[in-house]
């Protein structure tokens, strides 16, 4: 995911926590909060409790490739921040891709002229 597109500072995390909203999902937690600029900002939070470094890594790799898959279907706008729950580990691509996309169509974050051709 190119640098401009994440979401990096501790300040940002906190305002999305404090004035965000969010939907909760079995495998991840989704917050959104506008941001006031003209693209989204993505960012990730994975606990040690997850599983170890690899696990922790291969988690922030599907769920980025998901998104970036993604971005061009979306409005644009705003802040995300997925923060997993430990029933992610044991999930395949396939699994965690398609919470996302409930995800986010429950965020209403999907285009109209893109719903069909996300899901």
């Given at each position: 995911?190119?640098?401009?597109?994440?979401?990096?500072?501790?300040?940002?995390?906190?305002?999305?926590?404090?004035?965000?909203?969010?939907?909760?999902?079995?495998?991840?937690?989704?917050?959104?909060?506008?941001?006031?600029?003209?693209?989204?900002?993505?960012?990730?939070?994975?606990?040690?409790?997850?599983?170890?470094?690899?696990?922790?890594?291969?988690?922030?790799?599907?769920?980025?490739?998901?998104?970036?898959?993604?971005?061009?279907h979306?409005?644009?706008?705003?802040?995300?921040?997925?923060?997993?729950?430990n029933?992610?580990?044991?999930?395949?691509?396939?699994?965690?891709?398609?919470?996302?996309?409930?995800?986010?169509?429950?965020?209403?974050?999907?285009?109209?002229?893109?719903?069909?051709?996300?899901?």
């Amino acid at each position: 995911m190119q640098r401009p597109l994440r979401l990096r500072r501790s300040a940002d995390f906190a305002r999305l926590r404090e004035s965000g909203r969010a939907w909760r999902h079995p495998l991840f937690t989704l917050s959104v909060a506008p941001n006031g600029l003209t693209n989204n900002r993505y960012g990730f939070i994975i606990s040690k409790h997850v599983g170890n470094a690899v696990v922790r890594n291969l988690i922030r790799r599907r769920l980025r490739e998901a998104l970036r898959l993604r971005d061009s279907h979306l409005l644009s706008g705003y802040d995300l921040v997925i923060i997993a729950r430990n029933a992610i580990a044991d999930q395949s691509y396939t699994m965690i891709s398609a919470a996302l996309d409930e995800m986010l169509s429950r965020a209403r974050l999907v285009k109209p002229e893109s719903q069909k051709s996300v899901e």
